[in-house]
C-alpha cells in the first residue's frame, strides 16, 4: 500500500517551539520570567488552580492520616 502525500495547505503534525515573546524588562531574572509567564499568566491560571487543588487535598490526606490515624484501625 503507498503512502499518500499530505494536502498542500496541511500544517506540521509535530509541536513546534511557541515564538518567545519580547521581555518587558531586559533585566529580568529567570525566575521572574518563569512565574509571569507560566504562574501568574491568565490562560494558565485554570490548570494551576487545579494543581494546587490536588496538592492541597493529597497534604490534608496525608496530615490527616498522620494526626487521627489511629482512629481508622480497629483496637
Do not use: H, Y
Not at 7 to 30: M, Y
Not at 33 to 58: D, H, W, Y
Not at 64 to 69: D, F, I, P, Q, S
Amino acid at each position: 500500500m503507498t503512502r499518500r502525500a499530505a494536502p498542500a495547505n496541511a500544517t506540521p503534525a509535530f509541536f513546534t517551539a511557541p515564538l518567545r515573546r519580547q521581555i518587558a524588562d531586559p533585566n529580568e531574572s529567570a525566575l521572574s520570567r518563569f512565574i509571569r509567564e507560566q504562574i501568574t499568566a491568565p490562560e494558565k491560571l485554570p490548570g494551576n488552580i487545579s494543581i494546587m487543588t490536588g496538592v492541597s487535598v493529597f497534604a490534608a490526606g496525608i496530615f490527616v492520616a498522620r494526626t487521627w490515624g489511629d482512629m481508622l484501625v480497629p483496637a
